[in-house]
């Protein structure tokens, strides 16, 4: 199994600044993914984070304003650009274990925007 | 990914098995059953998956029809800690494929 680290766990920002997240995974993984999880709602994919190469973004997520970090093989930073209160979520790093059978989440970061 | 429906909550009693269902009648022939779960304040938890045949772990089992368009997550006694909300979701299992969730059951689990 995947440990996967998050920091920080939460943090209360002020509207228009940002906000760089980061994930650590205790072993080597191909593809990072970090997720958005609105109060009250499922969890969306923002973007798929590949080692070497830009990520890729879902329908509604643009790099400008979640642009993300995979320096490699074990770590990815998602930053949150020019906060605003809607932003307010919780978000999540993922890793699929070395036989792409069982995905492993971190704890989350609970991101307020006041 | 093929879209899976799932009622939006269910209560059930400690000690009694929970069965979850999960329609997915639009699932591949590649794509597998997963399902995970979201105690509250937690990132998601992976409780089993399977491909046509049912699976048990030491979590819980999973039934799939034989048709494949549904299944079942049964937790076979369940505690006060098992109160989540569980997601069904149906996956090509290969790298990059990634997982989409969907609403979820949010079970609540009464003494």
């Known amino acids: 199994s995947a440990v996967i680290s998050q920091k920080p766990s939460r943090d209360i920002c002020q509207r228009g600044t940002s906000l760089t997240i980061q994930c650590q995974v205790d072993s080597q993984v191909t593809m990072m993914f970090w997720y958005r999880q609105q109060p009250g709602q499922s969890l969306t994919l923002i973007a798929t984070a590949n080692q070497g190469s830009e990520a890729t973004y879902e329908s509604g997520f643009v790099i400008d304003k979640f642009p993300i970090s995979r320096p490699n093989l074990t770590f990815s930073t998602l930053t949150v650009s020019n906060m605003s209160p809607e932003d307010s979520s919780i978000y999540l790093c993922?890793?699929?274990?070395?036989?792409?059978?069982?995905?492993?989440f971190g704890q989350g970061t609970r991101l307020t925007v006041v | 990914d093929a879209k899976t429906t799932q009622p939006p909550s269910m209560d059930c009693a400690e000690g009694r098995a929970a069965n979850l269902p999960c329609n997915h009648s639009t699932i591949s022939g590649n794509e597998y059953v997963y399902w995970y779960r979201q105690i509250h304040s937690q990132g998601p938890q992976y409780i089993i998956h399977g491909l046509k045949n049912n699976e048990t772990n030491e979590m819980a089992s999973l039934i799939i029809t034989e048709d494949r368009k549904s299944s079942t997550l049964i937790l076979p006694h369940a505690t006060l800690r098992d109160t989540a909300v569980y997601y069904c979701?149906?996956?090509?299992?290969?790298?990059?494929?990634?997982?989409?969730f969907g609403g979820g059951t949010r079970v609540l689990v009464k003494p």
């Open positions: 979701i149906v996956r090509i299992k290969a790298a990059g494929n990634k997982l989409t």
């Open positions: 993922s890793a699929w274990d070395g036989w792409n059978t069982e995905a492993f």
